[in-house]
């Protein structure tokens, strides 16, 4: 049997067509809409963990530590595993100015590694012989010049478990990076410091009739009294990008 549709009929079934897909449209739509949700953002940062061995200082470190000599090794009595000698700790060697001798892990003064950016600081002259006390030889010591701490940025003590790459050492690895320019190209920046001290700010306590007796007549291992002073003057700029 066949069915005649009618003009009429077609019209109808076309606009509830039209209207079952449009509300099919709309309920996807609003599934959709339901269904998106917005989370809101996470920052990540990551911070590296600390290396077994390894202790580095920041400038902050190196401006807030009280250093009379203003050097490395002087700073470094913060760290508890750097050893100095019972001299470099006597109340009569405090008017010292040159830098102390130090040891790492039991090794010898003249057996860690000194870099400052990357380039050895190791006295190759007669490292061993700290001693000033002699008419025979110039006492040196186990680097090659003073640094200055005003000077440095961040300062890395490797005294465990450092890599083979260093090289130069049985001990322990001293390596001092100074400050990079942080201004605009063309402008400069700096700062002026001044240290002082003097024996009359410090109390001795000897400890025998002996060590009281060496203090009556001062020598250059013995210093009584004192005054020491320090000036220094940073200035830092950019030439170029390069």
Not at 157 to 169: E, I
Request: hydrophobic residues 35%; proline residues 3%.
């Amino acid at each position: 049997m066949r069915f005649a549709y009618s003009p009429l009929s077609i019209a109808v079934l076309t606009a509830l067509s039209t209207s079952s897909f449009a509300e099919e449209s709309n309920y996807q739509e609003s599934i959709l809409k339901e269904a998106t949700v917005k989370f809101s953002t996470i920052i990540i940062e990551a911070q590296q963990a600390n290396e077994v061995g390894k202790t580095v200082y920041s400038k902050e470190d190196l401006e807030s530590t009280p250093n009379s000599s203003k050097n490395i090794t002087d700073f470094l009595k913060v760290n508890p595993n750097v050893q100095f000698s019972q001299s470099q700790l006597a109340a009569g060697s405090q008017g010292e100015i040159k830098p102390a001798e130090i040891s790492i892990n039991g090794a010898q003064t003249f057996q860690n590694n000194f870099i400052v950016n990357g380039v050895s600081n190791n006295l190759l002259i007669n490292p061993a012989n700290s001693n000033t006390n002699t008419f025979q030889d110039i006492g040196t010591g186990a680097q090659a010049m003073a640094v200055n701490t005003d000077l440095l940025c961040e300062l890395e003590v490797l005294d465990s478990n450092v890599s083979a790459a260093y090289g130069q050492f049985t001990g322990g690895v001293v390596n001092a990076k100074t400050c990079a320019p942080q201004t605009e190209i063309g402008k400069i920046h700096g700062s002026i410091n001044y240290d002082y001290t003097e024996s009359d700010w410090a109390r001795y306590n000897s400890i025998s009739p002996l060590e009281e007796s060496k203090f009556e007549e001062p020598t250059d291992d013995y210093q009584k009294e004192y005054t020491k002073q320090g000036l220094s003057t940073n200035i830092y700029g950019k030439l170029s990008n390069d």
